[in-house]
Nanobody
């Protein structure tokens, strides 16, 4: 079993930055994809970024390319999402997830249904 706890959300003005953290614990060897997702009110959950330990490789949804970066610490126990040049349409609840989908990138693009473990979320508001 894997536990995920997000932190780092908050309210910022457009153009500002935030760094989200996801502390992971448990049997991490059971997963090889870790991703960030977001959901705005009235909208479907969207895959934002993904990091696969195989490669390693990364994926970013088009709207955040060049502005967001995903990384892990050396112990692979914390996943980060550095968000720069934030825009109002980045507003939403951000979730960290982990799992073993057949394709990390495809699973992330599809909204994360194939991910197994989820955190409780952290709110990001950009005005």
């Amino acid at each position: 079993h894997v536990q995920l706890v997000e932190s780092g959300g908050g309210s910022v003005q457009a153009g500002g930055s935030l760094r989200l953290s996801c502390a992971a614990s448990g049997y991490l060897y059971s997963t090889y994809c870790m991703g960030w997702f977001r959901q705005a009110p009235g909208k479907e959950r969207e895959g934002v970024a993904e990091l696969s330990v195989v490669g390693p490789t990364t994926y970013f949804t088009d709207s955040v390319k060049g502005r967001f970066n995903i990384s892990q610490d050396d112990a692979k126990s914390t996943l980060y999402l550095q968000m720069d040049n934030l825009r109002p349409d980045d507003t939403g609840m951000y979730y960290c997830a982990a799992g073993r989908p057949l394709s990390c990138a495809i699973a992330t693009m599809g909204g994360g249904r194939e991910y197994t473990y989820w955190g409780q979320g952290t709110q990001v508001t950009v005005s």
